[in-house]
């Protein structure tokens, strides 16, 4: 249905608003916890765009299998009425699982709910090892389909979103120039 079905108008779009929106709620949200800031990977936008876009067309909302990613990387997915949302609603939908987050917990422990899903699409976005993001949007006939992939991916079991990471000489590193 349209946007005026709903009594809404449609939703700005736009690949500079994608961009600017998406890549500010995460740098935001990541310099909240003194997380350094994602940088926008046209690659790993077009790799989303290429599935969002198979997504529309089948009409099927599941994860991508991660051989058939361009770049190895993590996903996070939203869907939702055609032309009736905001990328600050999409982002925002991410953001909303903050609230069930056990931050001292390791990857499945993480969640107050007893299920790490309930959590996964916003640790992904604050998991400390990430340094890149793509994103993008396709229309199906009645849905929009919202990709996003980070690179190098995060929600590694056994890990928490906030642990320092490891270089491969073995020292830590805590998320600056890297």
């Not at 998406?22 to 916890?33: P, Q, W």
């Not at 770049?71 to 609230?99: D, H, Q, T």
């Not at 928490?160 to 020292?171: K, M, T």
Request: charged residues 25%; contains cysteine.
């Amino acid at each position: 249905m349209p946007a005026a079905y709903y009594g809404m108008e449609e939703a700005k779009r736009g690949d500079m608003l994608l961009r600017e929106v998406v890549l500010g709620m995460h740098n935001e949200e990541r310099a909240s916890l003194g997380l350094a800031p994602l940088a926008w990977d046209n690659a790993l936008a077009q790799d989303a765009a290429r599935y969002a876009r198979e997504m529309a067309v089948t009409n099927r909302f599941q994860h991508s299998p991660r051989a058939s990613r361009a770049i190895p990387s993590g996903e996070n997915l939203w869907m939702g009425p055609r032309r009736l949302y905001g990328y600050g609603v999409m982002i925002g939908a991410f953001l909303e699982e903050k609230r069930l987050l056990r931050t001292a917990g390791k990857l499945p422990d993480i969640s107050m709910s007893g299920r790490w899903e309930d959590v996964g699409h916003y640790t992904q976005m604050i998991w400390r090892g990430t340094r890149k993001l793509g994103c993008a949007v396709a229309e199906g006939q009645n849905y929009d389909y919202l990709v996003c992939r980070y690179f190098p991916a995060g929600n590694s079991f056994g890990k928490g979103p906030l642990d320092l990471e490891e270089n491969p000489r073995g020292a830590q590193f805590a998320g600056v120039g890297e």
